[in-house]
């Protein structure tokens, strides 16, 4: 019995030193667990914080005033676009392309939140700002929102959009980047959804504005498709932002469920599916394409562009590959 105590009194303490190992190198400066000082450059502030609030909901413009009170924040509004009916569409709706592909249209609802965030993403490609944070009116704020919007202001160089929330949490992502003990950057091949409440810097604003001159589907699904435009997409986790359950979606439902009650036509669903895995198949191909390895090996196995070695190496290190880049081939051949 006393070797018993004696062996397991060892084995707590070594146990222990073991743990407080752990906890020694996380706190090294550089770590993912870095509990230095923040250099005094990151801590000049929260971005500009603009809401798109609905005028005709005063409700929401009392609850976000509210929030930016118990906070200390200041916020500027931006009213709402708020279509009434299918006759006030803007000619930049594509409801051929809708009923073609999905067989109804977007909701008013739909085409006014996305033609109030493009007003938005015009403003900040305009600014000066660095970045801007962009918030629908039915959010809650959570406790530590200037500290955490500092820290991702300051990772901005990690990121084009970041979003400070998700609506598919049922969607698993991967560690980008760890910004302290507590918040991180999730990457995510499909994407969580959501435009509620998001950091976008300038020049990803400007990308967002190009690729949606036609509106075809939800602003957020046209956010996510991120192979087509090329930005960096990130999710803040654990999410600084929560939808507020009093305040209900303005958007109640997609437009199927708002035009029809009676099932999808089988084809109509098979044709979903197919788009679907269409995207999802064009997302992990985007993600592979990305990643260094994939392009050096790509480019010493197979000689496809004539590159010398030393090229490869140094084309495969190209950070502006980030963002959509391709291969020159032609350039490379005809040299």
């Not at 073991?18 to 190198?25: A, K, W």
């Not at 949490?169 to 003990?181: A, S, T, V, W």
């Not at 036509?265 to 098979?270: D, F, G, V, Y």
Request: aromatic content about 8%; charged content about 30%; proline content about 7%.
């Amino acid at each position: 019995m006393r070797r018993v105590g004696i062996a397991a009194n060892e084995i707590d303490q070594f146990s222990r030193g073991c743990f407080m190992l752990n906890i020694r190198q996380s706190l090294r400066p550089g770590s993912d667990c870095d509990l230095s000082p923040e250099p005094m450059e990151s801590l000049r502030g929260i971005p500009p914080i603009h809401v798109i609030s609905m005028k005709s909901r005063p409700e929401r413009r009392r609850h976000m005033e509210g929030e930016g009170r118990r906070l200390g924040l200041k916020f500027q509004f931006l009213d709402a676009i708020e279509p009434q009916n299918k006759q006030d569409y803007p000619p930049n709706y594509d409801a051929a392309y809708r009923k073609k592909h999905f067989g109804y249209d977007l909701t008013p609802g739909e085409v006014g939140c996305f033609l109030s965030h493009r007003l938005l993403w015009k403003k900040c490609a305009a600014s000066k700002d660095e970045v801007w944070c962009i918030l629908e009116d039915d959010v809650h704020l959570g406790d530590g929102f200037q500290k955490k919007v500092t820290l991702a202001v300051h990772a901005r160089k990690e990121w084009d959009l970041l979003r400070l929330m998700s609506e598919r949490y049922d969607r698993r992502g991967k560690i980008h980047r760890h910004l302290d003990c507590e918040a991180r950057l999730m990457a995510y091949i499909k994407q969580p959804q959501g435009t509620a409440a998001y950091l976008i810097q300038p020049h990803a604003a400007q990308v967002l504005l190009e690729s949606t001159q036609r509106i075809r589907e939800p602003v957020d699904n046209a956010v996510d498709q991120y192979w087509q435009h090329g930005l960096r997409l990130l999710v803040l986790d654990p999410p600084l932002v929560s939808i507020d359950p009093a305040l209900p979606s303005a958007i109640q439902a997609r437009g199927w469920e708002v035009d029809h009650s009676e099932r999808r036509p089988w084809w109509r669903r098979l044709q979903r599916d197919l788009r679907n895995g269409r995207e999802d198949l064009r997302a992990r191909i985007h993600t592979l394409a990305r990643q260094k390895r994939f392009w050096l090996v790509a480019l010493l196995c197979t000689g496809a562009i004539g590159l010398p070695v030393h090229e490869a190496l140094a084309f495969s290190h190209d950070p502006s590959r980030g963002r959509g880049f391709m291969p020159p081939i032609g350039a490379a051949k005809a040299r």
